[in-house]
Structure formats: C-alpha cells, structure tokens
C-alpha cells in the first residue's frame, strides 16, 4: 500500500485534502493525523473492523484500549453512560484540549475499541486539523498514537512515516506538535478520580476544579508487581536502543558524574549519548550531546522529549546518560516518561 503524506497548511485550512482522510476513515480505513499533544491513528470507533486494522498496523496488544476522539460535548454521550457531573466540569475547564477521561461504556460501543472493557476513554483534541477531521467524517475517531508499539509516540508526520509506511493509505501533516506527551488520563469511574496518566494537564490543575485527585500507584512504581490501571501503561514504551541512564543531584554534581562515566565509557570504544539541558548543555563531552529543552520552559522539554529518543536509535549510540527533572507539575508526566525509558535506572550524585 502506497502511504500518502498530505501536509496541510494551518491557516488555510485545505479542506479537501482533510476530506480525503476522512473519506477513507468512514469507509472503515485509517489516517493518520495531528493532536495537540502527540500524532494520532485513527479509525471509525463504532466499526469493530476498523479499529482491528489498527491494533494490525501498530503492532499493538488487543487488549489495550483505544482513546475515542470527539469534537463536541454532545458526543460524550454517544459512546458513555452514567456520565459523571464531574466530567461536564472537566470538558467546561480543559475541552478541546490534552485530556482523556474514562466513563462506563454504551454497550453500542464494540469491545475491539475499548479492549474488552466495560469502560471508555473519550478526549475532545483542540488540533483544528482534528476537529474538522472528526466533523467532516461524521464518525468518533477511535485512535492510539500514531506509532508502533513499543517505539516513542510520534511528534512529526515523519516519526509516522517512519512507522508506518506502507501500512496505512494516509498521513495528514500539520507540522510539529505543540505539546509532545500524551493526554493525561483520568478515571471518573471511582468516587475519587484517579489519573492514570501524568500529562500536560497536572494534577493541580484538575484539582483546582473538581477537588480530590489520586494517582494510580501503580504508575510511578519500579515494582512489577503494582499493576498500573490503564493498560497501556503497563508495558515498556518508549524504550531507545540504546540503555539509558538517569542522573539526578544537584547540576555541578549531575554535570560532573556524566562526564567522567562517559569518559570511562569512551575509553572502551563505545559511543556515549549525553542528554543535557539549554542551561548546561555545552558542558558536556560526548559523542552525541543534545538540549532537551529550557530548565526555565519545562513545555519545551516535553515537546521535544520523543524526538530526541527517536534520533538517539538512529545514532548508534550505546549509552545514553540524561539529566533528570522534578516530578512537579508537567515534571511529572516527563519524568513519567523518562523513567519508563531508562527502565527506572536512576542514578543518585
Ligand atoms: O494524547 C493522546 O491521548 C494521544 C492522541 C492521539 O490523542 N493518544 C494516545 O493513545 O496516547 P494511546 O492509545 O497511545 O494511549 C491510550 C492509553 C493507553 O494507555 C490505554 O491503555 C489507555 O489509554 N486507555 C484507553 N481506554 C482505557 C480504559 N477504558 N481504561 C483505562 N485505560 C484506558
Ligand atoms: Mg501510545
């Protein structure tokens, strides 16, 4: 299968070729297209076939569920029942926008979308190139990231390319992402609302407007043992060829220890990675030194986190070391991430 790229300039919108994507989507095919936060894939979520073809395309396990993507409040209650006052809350606070949150099913809703579950994740994108995606193919738009299993999620139409050539007939390309870290996730299906997946809205922010917040305990856990509760979270994603290291301490400290262990590191003849930020970056001596960002802008280092783990596989490094941040805020959903791509190998100085 041939896989066309459309690039789709934002501010003229170019209807058509976004029609074609959606064409092929109510046909009960796939697209790939841009969210706010990462590249989706999507499907008709409503059509058990459909969403099939994209746990094929992905490589993905059948048993972890499928976001629903919406574009109007109305939708919700299509795919979900027992709809919480608290979700309305939410969608007046942070829709469209980088949130999914978890309610009881319709049972019209077929089990390929949500894994077998009795429940479904619904998120309204606020990406207009997905909104009028959603709109013009009259669906709801089942769609995971747009990568394969197992590979960081795409922030560029190419990271797509790059997957899923040859499997899927389209990628819509917007450009860029804006945020780069998936939706957070959070569970109105307990008295208390569980986020199942730290992202760019924080926990502050939610409590600020529905109250009490727990975190699932088994997302930031090193224990195999705690299971965390959206299934996708159990797996080891994100994972860089290359073995991946975490150094946290005070910057002299951090700084100093990633130098002499890249030293030792290059004396054998490997080739070392080093992951530093715009504030030390050119302190550094290694083969591969990168910025992930602005200590001072932590948005930045959320956005480029994926892309910079995704060039890192195509430099044949060996090790890579990387800085470590703070689990405050949208600290959280990063180190969330990096934890899980260091394989929650961390290293205290
Ligand atoms: O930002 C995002 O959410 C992106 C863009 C494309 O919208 N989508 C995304 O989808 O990250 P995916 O499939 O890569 O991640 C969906 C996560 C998985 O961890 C899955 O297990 C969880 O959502 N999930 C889906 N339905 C669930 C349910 N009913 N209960 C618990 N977790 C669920
Ligand atoms: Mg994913």
């Known amino acids: 299968?041939?896989?066309?790229?459309?690039?789709?300039?934002?501010?003229?919108?170019?209807?058509?070729?976004?029609?074609?994507?959606?064409?092929?989507?109510?046909?009960?095919g796939l697209a790939a297209f841009p969210t706010e936060t990462v590249y989706g894939l999507g499907a008709d979520a409503m059509n058990p076939e459909a969403s099939k073809k994209i746990y094929a395309a992905k490589g993905r396990p059948s048993d972890n569920p499928l976001i629903v993507h919406i574009s109007s409040w109305e939708d919700v209650s299509l795919v979900a029942r027992d709809i919480p006052g608290k979700a309305r809350v939410l969608s007046d606070a942070f829709w469209p926008g980088p949130l999914t949150m978890i309610l009881y099913k319709k049972h019209q809703v077929p089990k390929e979308t949500t894994g077998g579950l009795d429940t479904v994740a619904v998120r309204m994108p606020r990406?207009?190139?997905?909104?009028?995606?959603?709109?013009?193919?009259?669906?709801?738009?089942?769609?995971?990231?747009?990568?394969?299993?197992?590979?960081?999620?795409?922030?560029?139409?190419?990271?797509?390319?790059?997957?899923?050539?040859?499997?899927?007939?389209?990628?819509?390309?917007?450009?860029?992402?804006g945020i780069g870290i998936e939706s957070t996730i959070i569970d109105l299906t307990e008295e208390i609302p569980v986020i199942l997946r730290p992202g760019r809205i924080t926990k502050e922010m939610l409590e600020q407007v529905i109250g009490e917040v727990r975190v699932d305990p088994g997302l930031m856990a090193e224990d195999e043992k705690v299971k965390p509760k959206a299934p996708g979270m159990k797996y080891?994603?994100?994972?860089?060829?290359?073995?991946?290291?975490?150094?946290?301490?005070?910057?002299?400290?951090?700084?100093?220890?990633?130098?002499?262990?890249?030293?030792?590191?290059?004396?054998?003849?490997?080739?070392?990675?080093?992951?530093?930020?715009?504030?030390?970056?050119?302190?550094?001596?290694?083969?591969?030194?990168?910025?992930?960002?602005?200590?001072?802008?932590?948005?930045?280092?959320?956005?480029?986190?994926?892309?910079?783990?995704?060039?890192?596989?195509?430099?044949g490094v060996d090790m890579i070391y990387s800085e470590s941040f703070s689990s405050q805020g949208i600290g959280q959903a990063i180190m969330n991430r990096l934890l899980k791509a260091a394989a929650h190998q961390i290293l205290e100085v």
């Open 236 to 315: 080891r994603h994100y994972a860089p060829k290359a073995s991946l290291v975490l150094v946290e301490g005070q910057e002299e400290k951090v700084i100093a220890k990633i130098n002499v262990l890249a030293e030792e590191l290059q004396k054998q003849e490997k080739k070392v990675g080093i992951i530093g930020t715009d504030e030390t970056v050119s302190r550094y001596v290694g083969d591969v030194v990168v910025s992930i960002g602005a200590r001072e802008d932590e948005e930045s280092i959320a956005r480029h986190l994926y892309r910079i783990l995704r060039d890192f596989d195509d430099s």
């Open 1 to 28: 299968m041939e896989t066309k790229v459309y690039k789709i300039k934002r501010n003229a919108m170019e209807m058509e070729k976004i029609r074609e994507a959606a064409d092929i989507i109510r046909d009960g």
């Open 127 to 177: 990406d207009e190139i997905a909104l009028r995606l959603i709109e013009a193919s009259g669906c709801l738009i089942a769609a995971p990231s747009a990568n394969t299993s197992g590979r960081p999620s795409p922030t560029l139409a190419d990271h797509v390319f790059q997957d899923l050539e040859g499997r899927i007939p389209i990628i819509l390309d917007g450009g860029e992402v």
